[in-house]
T-cell receptor, first 116, second 113 residues
Framework: GAVVSQHPSWVICKSGTSVKIECRSL??????MFWYRQFPKQSLMLMAT?????????EQGVEKDKFLINHASLTLSTLTVTSAHPEDSSFYIC????????????FGPGTRLTVL | QKEVEQDPGPLSVPEGAIVSLNCTYS??????FMWYRQYSRKGPELLMY????GNKEDGRFTAQVDKSSKYISLFIRDSQPSDSATYLC?????????????FGKGTHLIIQP
């Protein structure tokens, strides 16, 4: 089956630093990748949609200058949390849309970010 | 009012019982409905995918959609301890892979051996 990986699986950083999270589709090409955020006991909330080779589309309320998304290839998207603060601590999950099976999104295992 | 409402539980049932999980929603534009299973600290795994109203069965799992009532359900027959997880409903007004999904909070299900 289609596999999506994320790296790192968890990260702890100091307030004010930047953190980069990678999302890779391992055995398929993904023209579209999505980034979600999940706070404890809350829903997964869509942050942005990234299409290979073009700018990401951000959901209302998500700061594009704080959450930088790059989708440079059909198998890799990165999310950079710039100048991270404790309120950015969350579980970040990416998903990827297979170019063949358009109806399904395959999710990565998630990255737990803790900002001290 | 939130777009998708889902009781977070926990829901605890004995092994072998039939489990019923439900979501309600307010956006009448939703046409694609999904159920995901999520284990602790893992990403969601797709269980069922349905389009519009009706039923869909896959092994021990049955998904039902009633668009007139804006209500969807997931039934699990002959529940097993390995079914213990958080179950998330998700919806989209376009094909589920084309756009981002709107999720419920998830129901934490515990199957007691």
């Amino acid at each position: 089956g289609a596999v999506v990986s994320q790296h790192p699986s968890w990260v702890i950083c100091k307030s004010g630093t930047s953190v980069k999270i990678e999302c890779r589709s391992l055995d398929f090409q993904a023209t579209t990748m999505f980034w979600y955020r999940q706070f404890p006991k809350q829903s997964l909330m869509l942050m942005a949609t990234s299409n290979e080779g073009s700018k990401a589309t951000y959901e209302q309320g998500v700061e594009k200058d704080k959450f930088l998304i790059n989708h440079a290839s059909l198998t890799l998207s990165t999310l950079t949390v710039t100048s991270a603060h404790p309120e950015d601590s969350s579980f970040y999950i990416c998903s990827a849309r297979d170019t063949v099976s358009y109806n399904e999104q395959f999710f990565g295992p998630g990255t737990r970010l803790t900002v001290l | 009012q939130k777009e998708v409402e889902q009781d977070p539980g926990p829901l605890s049932v004995p092994e072998g019982a039939i489990v019923s999980l439900n979501c309600t929603y307010s956006n009448s534009a939703f046409q694609y409905f999904m159920w995901y299973r999520q284990y602790s600290r893992k990403g969601p795994e797709l269980l069922m995918y349905t389009y519009s109203s009706g039923n869909k069965e896959d092994g021990r799992f049955t998904a039902q959609v009633d668009k007139s009532s804006k209500y969807i359900s997931l039934f699990i027959r002959d529940s097993q301890p390995s079914d213990s997880a958080t179950y998330l409903c998700a919806m989209s007004d376009t094909g589920g892979g084309a756009d981002g999904l709107t999720f419920g909070k998830g129901t934490h299900l515990i199957i007691q051996p």
